[in-house]
C-alpha cells in the first residue's frame, strides 16, 4: 500500500490537483478531483472532511471507523 506524507495545505492541494488560494487554509470539493485512491496518508496537519455517502470506510490509527 503506498504511504503519502502530508505536511502542509500545498502538499495536500497538489495531491487533490487544486489550486493553492491561501497557504494555511483550503476548502476542495472532491467531486472536482480524481478519485481518492486507496493509500495510507499520514498528515501533519489537521483536516476535516465532511461526507454524504454511505458505504465509507476509514481508520484512524489502528482503530476502524466504518460509516455504513
Known sequence: MQEIFINTVQDFNDYQGVETLHPLVSV???????????????????AIYLKENKGCKLSYGRTPYDFD
Open 28 to 46: 476542495v470539493h472532491v467531486e472536482n478531483t480524481e478519485h481518492i485512491k486507496e493509500c495510507m496518508m499520514h498528515y501533519g496537519l489537521y
